[in-house]
């Protein structure tokens, strides 16, 4: 099965989270050694696939709070509170121009230890490093909601200065930073959308369109999606929250008004 996401690949915007670092370093830093033996205890075999996935959320000072590990994981949840507990207070800075909680989901996969690793455990305590197979932070912004009336809003196809990235900032035909932005948009998304969810997808191709208003101050705001599932729904919602604040919002006639952007995310499978 082969899937495709039809964006146009052109600009490199970089949104760099010194907490999911933060939090993948912990994670790193812990020993397999009780994950192992949870899992030989409920039947694991040795180098046998073990996946982890939990969820959690963030307040307004950083602080870790709502863990929940999923069923799949729940023989493991204690030694995944555990990690969890070692990592200090997030960077609220991140997240909190959007709202007060941030949430993240980690899925991590990794096998059981190999029979002469699980000899020194048992027989010295060995500490053995957790390998990793795959590790995936999901962000999910919290979602910011304005009120908009239809004088202070226009679309992005007829507003007479639309709004523009740190990126095309230095652009001056409107033509050419109507395009950059475009591109940069379609970039970050095709960056950011988690594209294995197009392996449960039917034969076919399938979209969803994600529409939103770039603030008079430059935030994206007023987030919704349609046509797709619903796990393409939410995540096209959570790629496109991820953008960082435009450099600048869109103008008529010098007053800054309310830009309203869709962006339809297609999938061809075959």
């Known amino acids: 099965m082969k899937y495709i996401l039809l964006l146009v690949l052109f600009l490199n915007t970089i949104l760099y989270s010194q907490n999911k670092d933060l939090i993948k370093e912990i994670f790193y830093a812990q020993s397999v050694n009780n994950l192992d033996k949870i899992a030989s205890e409920n039947g694991y075999k040795r180098k046998e696939k073990v996946f982890l996935h939990v969820n959690f959320k963030c307040d307004s ?62 027989a010295k305590n060995e500490k053995i490093d957790i390998n990793y197979k795959w590790f995936t932070i999901k962000e999910y912004f919290p979602l910011k909601t304005i009120e908009i009336s239809e004088v202070d809003e226009s679309d992005f196809s007829i507003v007479e200065h639309v709004p523009v990235t740190e990126n095309c900032k230095n652009l001056t035909d409107k033509a050419e930073i109507k395009q950059c932005v475009s591109k940069e ?75 309203k952007y869709s962006l339809p995310i297609m999938f061809s499978i075959n």
């Open 61 to 122: 000072i950083g602080k870790i709070y709502d863990i929940k590990v999923s069923d799949e994981s729940k023989i493991f949840e204690e030694e995944i509170k555990f990690f969890i507990k070692q990592i200090p207070k997030l960077n609220p800075k991140e997240y909190n121009r959007k709202g007060n909680v941030m949430k993240y989901s980690l899925k991590m996969g990794l096998r059981t230890t190999t029979k002469s690793e699980y000899k020194k455990i048992i």
């Open 185 to 259: 948009l379609k970039m970050h998304v095709n960056r950011k959308f988690n594209t294995e969810l197009a392996t449960n997808l039917p034969y076919g191709v399938h979209k969803v369109i994600v529409n939103f208003y770039i603030s008079k101050e430059g935030e994206i705001v007023n987030i919704s999606a349609e046509g797709g599932t619903p796990e393409l729904i939410e995540e096209g919602i959570r790629a496109i929250n991820t953008f960082p604040s435009f450099y600048k919002g869109g103008q008529i006639n010098g007053e800054f008004v309310n830009v």
